[in-house]
């Protein structure tokens, strides 16, 4: 894995004398993913380290809500939003800011925000653009790619969160010597008291935090849960996010049919999640992709069991039987499998968890992502104070 102690940085002026801290821009989705968290964590970060001015802007989906951009603004962040219902209207008001902001850098996460938000930088005279790629699988076609590696050529530097993100864009044809692996990070202080309440006073049910989206694979987890039940075995399973209508108009349906509706809490968007993990024994997440998976991370840090889809991203955290266990893709038996082993074997179960909660503290920090991408980004931007 390229590291991003050894890994390329931003050119910077040499010899140039600095009137101003350097300014970042981080374009990404409003639609509140995991992009966006990492987005948002790492303009935290800036303001906290004060290395950097720093200036979040969001492009509008259907389903961003005003309260929760507000929210990001009552915690002292500066946000934007651009439109969302045309590329050309997002690309020219995101020039309007970067004219207004004059960023150094513009950091341009997911797809495929990452396309609009280079253009917006390339037509501002942005001087370093970073390209953040936060999938393994992504909706590229021939000309969307084509377009992606053309504006690679004009990148400073391209990440992967992931080194099996990293991997997937290699092999799409991006340039080795721009391309490094970051992987994501959690803030662990919400997790400080994991270790309470004892293992024995958790709810003893299953608990995934993912937003409604055709990348995640909630029908997979419905259905192993009805399998469950066959089997003699109804925990408590609660459903944590947002996202999709439809998406998850198609889950209530499904959980319906399935004659889960007693068993199963459709939560919504929930506050406090470090709090529902940590209350709970098992952490699940059923996806399709994955980059690297903070959902299934913030189960770790928990002290949860976890279980995760044997895909990109996800087989990269979990080691199956040491730090938790991985069920075969889209396959509702290997889950209900991989489910009843920790509802049944607690003395295993309890011995994963423990091992999770280790790897989360020690690999996945978010002082340890958010130090890696400053380092880079300022890389020959800083002068010393």
Not at 62 to 71: C, F, I, Y
Not at 79 to 100: M, N, S
Not at 157 to 178: T, Y
Not at 266 to 282: E, N, W
Request: glycine share 10%; with cysteine.
């Amino acid at each position: 894995m390229v590291s991003a102690a050894s890994a390329p940085g931003l050119p910077g002026a040499a010899g140039t004398p600095a009137v101003r801290r350097p300014r970042v821009l981080h374009f990404v989705t409003g639609g509140f993913s995991g992009a966006t968290q990492v987005a948002v964590d790492l303009v935290r970060a800036h303001a906290a380290s004060g290395r950097c001015e720093a200036l979040l802007v969001l492009r509008r989906k259907r389903h961003t809500r005003n309260e929760r951009v507000q929210a990001l603004r009552d915690q002292g962040l500066a946000v934007e939003t651009v439109a969302g219902w045309a590329h050309v209207a997002t690309i020219w008001q995101l020039v309007a800011l970067c004219r207004r902001f004059q960023p150094d850098v513009l950091v341009a996460h997911g797809f495929s925000e990452h396309l609009w938000g280079r253009y917006a930088g390339l037509i501002a005279g942005v001087p370093h653009l970073v390209h953040v790629e936060h999938n393994s699988r992504e909706r590229y076609t021939a000309w969307r790619l084509r377009q992606a590696l053309w504006l690679a050529e004009r990148t400073d530097l391209i990440v992967g969160v992931s080194e099996g993100v990293r991997q997937s864009l290699l092999a799409r044809g991006f340039p080795a010597a721009k391309t490094v692996a970051i992987p994501n990070g959690i803030a662990l202080g919400p997790y400080e008291l994991a270790r309470h309440p004892a293992w024995a006073d958790r709810v003893p049910g299953i608990v995934m935090a993912a937003r409604f989206a055709r990348q995640k694979d909630h029908a997979t987890l419905l259905r192993a849960v009805a399998l469950l039940r066959d089997r003699g075995l109804t925990p408590p399973v609660k459903l944590a996010g947002g996202g999709k209508a439809a998406a998850q108009r198609a889950a209530r349906k499904l959980c319906t049919a399935l004659g889960l509706d007693g068993q199963v809490e459709f939560l919504g968007h929930c506050g406090d999640v470090p709090g529902l993990l940590m209350g709970h024994r098992i952490c699940v997440l059923a996806t399709h992709y994955e980059g690297m998976p903070l959902s299934l991370i913030e189960g770790m840090a928990a002290g949860c069991a976890v279980v995760g889809s044997r895909v990109v991203g996800v087989q990269e955290i979990i080691d199956d039987g040491r730090n938790g266990l991985l069920a075969a893709h889209a396959d509702p038996a290997s889950l209900a499998d991989a489910l009843e082993r920790l509802l049944v074997r607690d003395d295993e179960a309890q011995r994963m968890a423990q091992a999770a909660q280790e790897d989360a503290r020690h690999l996945y920090s978010l002082q340890t992502m958010t130090k890696r991408y400053e380092d880079l980004l300022l890389r020959g931007l800083e002068v010393a104070q």
